[in-house]
């Protein structure tokens, strides 16, 4: 597979519905490479953007986004059409980050960071409007555990439903939502400090 790029030639961009992701994927099936291209282009800010939430780091977003696509563009011909592609994308996205921060023991840092007693966030008065909230928000979700921030970010950042989510990372709907509610609480918690800024 070559490496992705935007410069790739791509079908129409007015390509918007689910029945079009089905007919690209059937498409590069029978041999079509302009179809995954096409494919590619319209989820690749998706991806990149679960993965840099996942992570919560930007540093390895286009290295494990490529190596998600390669993994689509090898495993494409055996998709079933049951679920959603984003659905399939999405759980394929996730588990290559999972493997991402095994292999990095990334949970180490966000042990460590979490229990850095907020350096980073800003509080004096001076301080006050020269920060982004996203990122705020961003640095909180990341110090959550994966399950967790895993959780939060599906529902909360891609707004996936509760049963897409069991699905695609293979638990029951009441876990999950209990994920997503002990997630909120602790986000809370974390933000609180500064209410009256992020409002």
């Known amino acids: 597979m070559e490496k992705i790029n935007e ?56 290295d494990i986004s490529q190596e998600v696509f390669i993994i689509v563009y090898r495993k494409l011909k055996s998709f079933r059409f049951e679920s959603q592609f984003t659905t399939w994308l999405y759980s394929v996205t996730i588990n290559k980050c999972r493997d991402h921060l095994r292999k990095v023991k990334i949970r180490q840092l966000f042990t460590s960071i979490s229990n850095d007693e907020g350096k980073d966030i800003p509080d004096s008065e001076e301080a006050k409007g020269d920060f982004d909230v996203q990122e705020i928000v961003r640095q909180a979700v990341a110090k959550l555990p994966e399950k967790f921030r895993v959780a939060i970010i599906l529902r909360d950042f891609e707004g996936l439903s509760y049963q897409e989510i069991a699905e695609m990372l293979n638990s029951e709907v009441g876990t999950i939502k209990s994920r997503v509610f002990r997630g909120r609480e602790a986000l809370k918690k974390m933000l609180e400090p500064m209410r009256e800024e992020l409002l």
């Open 7 to 62: 410069n790739s030639e791509v079908y129409p961009s007015t390509i918007l519905t689910l029945d079009d992701d089905f007919a690209l994927i059937r498409s590069f099936n029978e041999g079509n490479e302009a179809a995954f291209r096409t494919l590619i282009n319209r989820h690749k800010e998706k991806v990149r953007n679960l993965v840099f939430l996942t992570l919560g780091s930007a540093d390895m977003v286009d």
